[in-house]
């Protein structure tokens, strides 16, 4: 499709900056008042103060549906040599990705054509907030990428998202390698994510298991007792009714989505980082969804969970180095194992690690 193709985000829209990953940047989207201002740009997200406005170009391009932006947020992607394009990334969703899940199970996307000077006036507000001291540190210096001339309108998960009756509490979290990474040793006493968490906790200096540290295997073990202990640990500080928590394990020893994602991720590389084209398009969606997010909505009385997948932009081939290597690190230093100087098999977070 050509770029005049998609819907066109008008230019009186009021943006907030939401959120911000290592790929793309997140902002709500309002539509405009009966009466509307300048658009703005306001940046109260997480650790950001009220609102700065920025006056974009004016545009006579024609808006989306209100009701349908009211619930979504705006995703742009990072101009970064490891991220895909927009319109590549938007066709495996829609042929590769869409077809594998049951309806209602991802976090609908869709492409949109962004007024003139949009991205230019989002760049300065970014430069203005790294001034002020207002960017997370690790993201200082990076910029959106000015040349596609279009964005993703993603459903808004969050509580302010909601549209439903009642109230909801929701919880965010990546579900992970939900299966052990075919390249492991074999008798590995980790599992794929286990093993890099505790590479990477030791290169701090923190020795033992977190507070919020969970294994991936537990959520597909149908153990309830190993789904407890997972969802007690993505909880912290999230969910402080006990009936909801129930309900989350409820839905993930019946909802059968996380085995679901296991089985893809598994399908989509049998062979493991070492023996595999990590180049490969098949490679990089099992990396894709080896890295996704999984949306949940609990209603606090009645009504069923709402779950979706999202972050489901194919992988870079750019990346493939820095697979291959990782890989070959937490197997020469023998992270796929557990030592006692780190700890103890009773410890541990990893649901291998409790097999005699």
Same mark, same amino acid.
């Given at each position: 499709?050509?770029?005049?193709?998609?819907?066109?985000?008008?230019?009186?829209?009021?943006?907030?900056?939401?959120?911000?990953?290592?790929?793309?940047?997140?902002?709500?989207?309002?539509?405009?008042?009966?009466?509307?201002?300048?658009?703005?740009?306001?940046?109260?997200?997480?650790?950001?103060?009220?609102?700065?406005?920025?006056?974009?170009?004016?545009?006579?391009?024609?808006?989306?549906?209100?009701?349908?932006?009211?619930?979504?947020?705006? =995703?742009?992607?990072?101009?970064?040599?490891?991220?895909?394009?927009?319109?590549?990334?938007?066709?495996?969703?829609?042929?590769?990705?869409?077809?594998?899940?049951?309806?209602?199970?991802?976090?609908?996307?869709?492409?949109?054509?962004?007024?003139?000077?949009?991205?230019?006036?989002?760049?300065?507000?970014?430069?203005?907030?790294?001034?002020?001291?207002? =960017?997370? #540190?690790?993201?200082?210096?990076? =910029?959106?990428?000015?040349?596609?001339?279009?964005?993703?309108?993603?459903? /808004?998960?969050?509580?302010?998202?909601?549209?439903?009756?009642?109230?909801?509490?929701?919880?965010?979290?990546?579900?992970?390698?939900?299966?052990?990474?075919?390249?492991?040793?074999?008798?590995?006493?980790?599992?794929?994510?286990?093993?890099?968490?505790?590479?990477?906790?030791?290169?701090?200096?923190?020795?033992?298991?977190? #507070?919020?540290?969970?294994?991936?295997?537990?959520?597909?073990?149908?153990?309830?007792?190993?789904?407890?202990?997972?969802?007690?640990?993505?909880?912290?500080?999230?969910?402080?009714?006990?009936?909801?928590?129930?309900?989350?394990?409820?839905?993930?020893?019946?909802?059968?989505?996380?085995?679901?994602?296991?089985?893809?991720?598994?399908?989509?590389?049998?062979?493991?980082?070492?023996?595999?084209?990590?180049?490969?398009?098949?490679?990089?969606?099992?990396?894709?969804?080896?890295?996704?997010?999984?949306?949940?909505?609990?209603?606090?009385?009645?009504?069923?969970?709402?779950? =979706?997948?999202?972050?489901?932009?194919?992988?870079?081939?750019?990346?493939?180095?820095?697979?291959?290597?990782?890989?070959?690190?937490?197997?020469?230093?023998?992270?796929?194992?557990?030592?006692?100087?780190? /700890?103890?098999?009773?410890?541990?977070?990893?649901?291998?690690?409790?097999?005699?």
């Amino acid at each position: 499709m050509t770029v005049s193709s998609y819907h066109a985000l008008a230019s009186t829209i009021s943006l907030t900056y939401y959120a911000e990953g290592g790929a793309n940047i997140l902002y709500r989207i309002s539509s405009p008042p009966s009466t509307p201002p300048s658009s703005s740009v306001d940046d109260y997200g997480p650790g950001t103060p009220p609102p700065s406005e920025i006056d974009f170009a004016s545009s006579s391009e024609s808006d989306i549906r209100a009701r349908y932006i009211e619930k979504r947020l705006l =995703r742009l992607r990072k101009d970064l040599s490891t991220t895909t394009s927009v319109e590549e990334a938007q066709s495996y969703y829609v042929k590769d990705i869409a077809p594998i899940f049951n309806e209602g199970e991802l976090v609908e996307q869709e492409i949109v054509r962004l007024p003139v000077g949009l991205v230019g006036s989002l760049n300065a507000h970014l430069e203005l907030m790294e001034r002020e001291g207002r =960017r997370e #540190k690790g993201r200082v210096g990076t =910029r959106l990428a000015d040349w596609e001339g279009v964005g993703v309108c993603v459903l /808004d998960m969050s509580a302010e998202g909601y549209r439903g009756e009642g109230e909801v509490v929701c919880v965010e979290f990546k579900p992970k390698w939900l299966a052990q990474s075919p390249s492991a040793p074999v008798g590995a006493r980790r599992c794929r994510t286990c093993a890099l968490r505790e590479m990477r906790s030791c290169a701090r200096g923190e020795l033992g298991v977190g #507070k919020g540290c969970w294994c991936p295997l537990d959520l597909v073990s149908q153990d309830r007792k190993k789904v407890e202990k997972a969802v007690g640990a993505i909880s912290v500080g999230v969910l402080r009714d006990k009936k909801v928590e129930e309900r989350f394990i409820d839905w993930v020893l019946s909802s059968g989505l996380l085995e679901r994602l296991r089985d893809v991720q598994m399908r989509m590389d049998p062979h493991g980082v070492i023996d595999t084209d990590t180049t490969a398009k098949a490679f990089r969606a099992a990396m894709t969804l080896r890295d996704c997010t999984l949306f949940l909505r609990i209603p606090l009385g009645e009504g069923n969970i709402e779950a =979706r997948l999202a972050d489901l932009d194919l992988k870079s081939s750019a990346k493939a180095q820095y697979w291959a290597d990782l890989e070959k690190r937490l197997i020469d230093e023998d992270w796929y194992a557990v030592h006692m100087v780190h /700890d103890e098999a009773k410890n541990s977070a990893c649901s291998l690690a409790e097999r005699g």
